[in-house]
């Protein structure tokens, strides 16, 4: 069932990134190029995630503001003049920075832009592969690679632990990286954060073929957070 589970997502994940030619996923080292060490305890601020609803609010526009703005599953929202502005990943005080520079660099002078999350969307994992219960999952908190791993019973005697794949969407593209759970749990590699909506695949040898297929087919990463 969990071969079986794993393969659909897979095939799923192939059909997405299958547009045209892409360079392997980092692994090992390379890796961690893309996803720098960080302090897995430190707290982090709230972040804008897909599907959350924000009030912006510009001040003396009312007919640019919004009191009901809705990022959209790329993790964009839709700014009147600016059209789709990317939103996920930022802190609210973040994104309202990003406005002010935009619109003051093309419409407003000196605009002064605040941002709330006023409804936050349901935050969920996907854990597949060689886990001991694969599923979506509710993240109520912060987590990393290891704590996504252990929501789904942590993995089977099967898994291969340097071969656990993390996928992520970002400005319409699937992107995803490869990591050793092993190093991470001994210690001898850093461990990343898991956003709401990525998808984590452990592997095993009856994936084998279709983690070669998959890791040929999408694109590197460069988007990952580190904890810190």
Not at 34 to 56: C, F, H, K, T, Y
Not at 158 to 170: D, I, L, M
Request: net charge neutral; charged share 20%; glycine share 8%.
């Amino acid at each position: 069932m969990i071969n079986r589970l794993a393969a659909v997502v897979l095939a799923l994940l192939l059909a997405s990134c299958a547009s045209g030619p892409a360079p392997s996923l980092p692994s090992g080292s390379a890796a961690y190029d893309q996803v720098p060490p960080g302090d897995v305890l430190a707290p982090r601020m709230s972040v804008i995630a897909p599907n959350d609803e924000l009030s912006v609010l510009i001040f003396r526009e009312p007919d640019l503001s919004q009191e009901r703005a809705i990022v959209d599953s790329d993790g964009k929202v839709q700014i009147p003049l600016l059209g789709p502005v990317t939103a996920a990943g930022l802190t609210a005080s973040e994104f309202a920075q990003e406005l002010q520079r935009q619109l003051g660099a093309r419409y407003l002078v000196d605009p002064s832009v605040t941002v709330a999350i006023t409804r936050a969307s349901l935050r969920r994992v996907t854990v597949t592969g060689a886990v001991t219960k694969p599923g979506m999952y509710d993240m109520n908190s912060r987590i990393s690679l290891i704590d996504a791993v252990a929501l789904a019973s942590g993995p089977t005697n099967t898994a291969k632990f340097n071969q656990v794949v993390v996928f992520r969407r970002a400005e319409g593209e699937r992107l995803g990286a490869v990591f050793d759970l092993g190093l991470i749990s001994a210690g001898k590699a850093p461990d990343v954060e898991i956003l709401p909506g990525d998808q984590v695949i452990v592997g095993n040898d009856g994936l084998k073929q279709l983690y070669r297929d998959a890791l040929t087919a999408a694109p590197l990463i460069s988007i990952f957070r580190p904890f810190n």
